[in-house]
Nanobody
Framework: QVQLVESGGGLVQAGGSLRLSCAASGSIFSMNAVAWYRQAPGKLRELVAT???????IYADAVKGRFTISRDNAKNTVYLQMNSLKSEDTAVYFC??????????????WGQGTLVTVSS
């Protein structure tokens, strides 16, 4: 069974930084495109950033210039470096990845989420 485990969330003051990690565990053949989403209380889940296998990255306008998504393929881990945090960044952050256990299968997997709280 493959799964994603997020970590790195917590409480930070506005203007501060956090780094989230998303690690795939289990028998992984490849980790394909990976995305970070977030969901604030009472709001819909929204896409924050995406990184594909070749390293191309895409960001939501709300985080562009402040957040950086990166990946370590050897560790099957993706990171989200969040700088200049604002109160509106407060949310549960979820990792979503396309994982393959062999060259012949593909699963879309979600992590359990990690809470980021930014105090103003």
């Amino acid at each position: 069974q493959v799964q994603l485990v997020e970590s790195g969330g917590g409480l930070v003051q506005a203007g501060g930084s956090l780094r989230l990690s998303c690690a795939a565990s289990g028998s992984i053949f490849s980790m394909n495109a990976v995305a970070w989403y977030r969901q604030a209380p009472g709001k819909l889940r929204e896409l924050v950033a995406t990184i594909v296998s070749a390293g191309v990255t895409i960001y939501a306008d709300a985080v562009k210039g402040r957040f950086t998504i990166s990946r370590d393929n050897a560790k099957n881990t993706v990171y989200l470096q969040m700088n200049s945090l604002k109160s509106e960044d407060t949310a549960v952050y979820f990792c979503n990845a396309g994982l393959s256990r062999s060259p012949y299968d593909f699963d879309e997997v979600w992590g359990q989420g990690t809470l980021v709280t930014v105090s103003s």
